[in-house]
C-alpha cells in the first residue's frame, strides 16, 4: 500500500511574548469635586464642542486640558498625575 | 494606548474616545498593553460636534463612574501557543491549511488570509526553509537584531536592540525569516535582502495609501541577477518580485498587520499586492553622481537596501509621460508642448526637465519624492548643469517654497505644525507672526528627496512620495 508522504511545515508567526493582563482602575463615585482631566489629541470638530459642554454641564469638576493636533498625547506631569482623578482622550484614530 | 495603561496601573481611571471603525485596534492595542478590557466608545465621522456630543456625553461621563465588572476586574497572563512545527500533513493539505481565511467584520466586512497576502505561496517545509538558510552565515535561532544603529520613526534605535516587527511589537529568528522567503517564492541567495529589509520591523502604515518599497543598492543587485532595466518595477522578474513580497509577508506574520484590525489604510494599495522590491542601475549613473549606497554613507563596493514603508501617504505614485518623441524633440532640438512650456523652443538641450514635474509634484501634498529615472533623464541633468544628485536636491528644495497663505491651505501641516504653533524653521518665527507672503519650503530639508536611476531607454521617471522621509537604509553584507 502506497504511504502519503508527509512533511514538517514551520511556523511564520512572529514571537509572542507573554503579557500579564492587569484589572482597570476602580471607577469614580461621582465626578464632581474631582479632577479630570480633558487629553485632546486632534479632531477640533469633536472636542472643542466636547470640552465646551463638560464645562457647561459638569460646572463642579475641575477640569484640566491638554491638546494635541497629533497623535501622541500630551502627558500629565508627575505632579498632575497626583492630583488627577480620571481622564478622558480622544479622538483617537 | 501604553499611556492609557499607564494610567489605569496608577489608579486613574480613563475613557477613550475612538472612530467606530478602530475598534478592533482599539482592542488589539489594549490587550497588547495588558488591559484587554479597557473602556472606550465611538466618536462619529460625520455628524457635526455637538450632535455627537449630545449622543455620547453621558457614556463618557459613564466610563468614568459605572463600577468596574467582574470581568473588568480580573487579572492574568496572555500566552498563546507558538509551534515550531505549524502543520504536518501532505503538500496539497499544507497548501490549503496556508491558505486558510479569517472573517473580518467592519470596517472589511470579508474574509482576509491568515498566512498569505491573499495568493498562494510555497509551502514552508523543513526542508525548503533549511535549504533557504544556506544563504546566510547566520544562525537559525539567532534573533532579528539591528545590524548597526538606525533611525526610526519614534527616535534613534541602537545596534544589538531586538527588532520589533509592526504592528504587533512581535520578535522573530533567523528561521522565520527563511520561513517567510520561501513562501515568497524566493531563492536563498535572496535572503541577506529578506534579512536586511527585516531589520526595518517591516511597518505598513495607516490612513490613506501607505505603500512599501525596497531599493537595493550595490553589487549584489548583479549578483542575484535583479532586473534593473526596463520593467523593473514588475512584473516578471524571478527576484525584484519574491523579495519585494517577503515585505508583505513578513508584515502578516511576523508583524501581525491585518486590514480593518490594526492596518487601517482605507483603499489598502496595490504596490503591497505581491510587494515591490527594485534595484538602483549603478552602471547608469552620471560621473559624479553617488548611488544610494555612499550617499547613505557606505562604499560603492558594499550593498544595502533602503526600505520606504510610507510610500503614497502623501500623495502617491507619479508617473509621468512624456509623448512618444516629445521628450526627445525637447532635449535634441527644442520642439513641442514641452519646449513651449519650458519657453526653450528652438533651444537644443540639454534642458532640465524636472521643471516639467515640477507644477504637480506638490499639488496636493509636501514632502520629499523619490525620483526613479532611467540613466538618460539622469546623464541630461548632469549636463544641464547638475553636477551631484545633492544638487538636483538643493534645486527641487528651493523650487518647493510657497507662500504661507498656501502652505496653510495644506491638510497635514494643520497636524506637522500642531496647529500652527511654534517655530517655522526658516525664519526662526512663530508661524503666526508671518505674513500671507513670506515663502516656506514644502520639502523639510533638501536631502529629504531621493534619486534612483534604474528602468529602460523610453524617456521616463516614476516618482513615489515620501522621498527618504522614514526610509532608512540597511547593510545587506551583513547577513550573506
Not at chain 1, 454641564?57 to 502627558?75: A, I
Not at chain 2, 518647493?400 to 497635514?412: A, I, L, Q, T
Request: glycine fraction near 10%; include cysteine; charged fraction near 20%.
Amino acid at each position: 500500500m502506497a504511504t502519503r508522504e508527509t512533511f514538517k511545515c514551520l511556523n511564520p508567526t512572529g514571537i509572542q511574548k507573554p503579557i500579564e493582563t492587569f484589572p482597570l482602575a476602580r471607577r469614580l463615585d461621582a465626578i464632581d469635586g474631582k479632577t479630570i482631566n480633558l487629553n485632546i489629541t486632534g479632531e477640533p470638530d469633536i472636542t472643542i464642542a466636547l470640552e465646551k459642554r463638560l464645562k457647561n454641564d459638569y460646572p463642579d469638576v475641575n477640569w484640566t486640558t491638554k491638546k494635541t493636533y497629533g497623535v501622541d498625547p500630551v502627558r500629565l506631569t508627575d505632579e498632575e498625575m497626583k492630583t488627577t482623578d480620571g481622564l478622558i482622550m480622544g479622538v483617537c484614530w | 494606548m501604553p499611556y492609557i495603561a499607564e494610567l489605569e496601573k496608577a489608579g486613574i481611571p480613563t475613557i477613550l474616545i475612538d472612530l467606530e471603525d478602530q475598534h478592533n485596534m482599539v482592542q488589539q492595542e489594549a490587550l497588547s498593553n495588558g488591559m484587554p478590557n479597557v473602556r472606550y466608545l465611538p466618536a462619529s465621522r460625520t455628524l457635526p460636534g455637538p450632535e455627537d456630543i449630545d449622543k455620547i456625553l453621558s457614556s463618557i461621563i459613564e466610563g468614568l463612574t459605572k463600577p468596574l465588572t467582574k470581568k473588568e476586574k480580573e487579572k492574568g497572563l496572555y500566552a498563546p501557543p507558538q509551534p515550531r512545527v505549524l502543520f504536518e500533513g501532505s503538500l496539497d493539505e499544507a497548501e490549503n491549511f496556508y491558505q486558510q481565511t479569517k472573517d473580518i467584520p467592519s470596517p472589511v466586512n470579508a474574509p482576509l488570509s491568515i498566512y498569505t497576502d491573499g495568493f498562494p505561496i510555497r509551502v514552508p517545509t523543513e526542508e525548503r526553509v533549511k535549504q533557504m538558510l544556506t544563504g546566510t552565515s547566520h544562525k537559525p535561532d539567532e534573533m532579528i537584531t539591528l545590524q548597526a544603529d538606525a533611525m526610526g520613526m519614534r527616535g534613534g534605535r541602537k545596534k544589538g536592540e531586538p527588532v520589533l516587527f509592526q504592528p504587533m511589537s512581535w520578535t522573530a529568528t533567523v528561521e522565520k525569516v527563511a520561513t517567510i522567503a520561501v513562501m515568497a517564492g524566493c531563492k536563498p541567495e535572496h535572503l541577506p535582502v529578506v534579512l536586511a529589509i527585516a531589520q526595518s520591523g517591516v511597518a505598513t502604515g495607516t490612513t490613506n495609501f501607505p505603500s512599501q518599497v525596497c531599493v537595493v543598492s550595490g553589487p549584489i543587485a548583479k549578483e542575484i541577477k535583479m532586473n534593473m532595466g526596463c520593467g523593473h518595477l514588475g512584473p516578471g522578474s524571478p527576484v525584484n518580485g519574491p523579495i519585494g513580497r517577503a515585505y508583505q509577508l513578513m508584515s502578516i506574520n511576523l508583524g501581525g498587520a491585518v486590514p480593518g484590525v490594526n492596518r487601517m489604510s482605507s483603499h489598502g494599495s496595490p504596490l503591497n499586492n505581491g510587494g515591490v522590491c527594485f534595484a538602483e542601475n549603478a552602471a547608469g549613473l552620471p560621473s559624479g553622481w553617488k548611488g544610494l549606497n555612499e550617499e547613505s554613507g557606505f562604499k560603492k563596493n558594499q550593498s544595502v537596501v533602503m526600505v520606504m514603508s510610507g510610500v503614497g501617504n502623501h500623495g502617491g505614485m507619479l508617473g509621468h509621460e512624456f509623448s512618444p518623441g516629445g521628450y526627445r524633440a525637447f532635449q535634441k532640438s527644442g520642439h513641442g508642448g514641452i519646449a513651449r512650456r519650458l519657453d526653450v523652443k528652438g533651444t537644443p538641450g540639454p534642458h532640465n526637465w524636472l521643471e516639467y514635474l515640477f507644477p504637480s509634484l506638490w499639488a496636493a501634498m509636501e514632502g520629499g519624492w523619490t525620483l526613479i529615472m532611467i540613466p538618460e533623464l539622469a546623464q541630461h541633468l548632469h549636463d544641464y548643469g547638475f553636477k551631484t544628485k545633492d544638487e538636483v536636491y538643493e534645486w527641487l528644495y528651493k523650487t518647493s517654497f510657497e507662500p504661507v497663505k498656501k502652505y496653510k491651505g495644506r491638510s497635514w501641516p494643520d497636524l506637522t505644525t500642531n496647529g500652527w504653533m511654534g517655530i517655522e524653521k526658516t525664519s526662526g518665527k512663530h508661524w503666526k507672526e508671518l505674513s500671507d507672503d513670506y515663502m516656506v519650503p514644502v520639502v523639510n530639508e533638501p536631502r529629504d528627496s531621493c534619486i534612483v536611476v534604474a528602468g529602460g531607454q523610453e524617456e521616463a521617471c516614476v516618482q513615489l512620495s515620501g522621498g527618504r522621509f522614514n526610509a532608512p537604509v540597511y547593510s545587506v553584507d551583513v547577513w550573506r
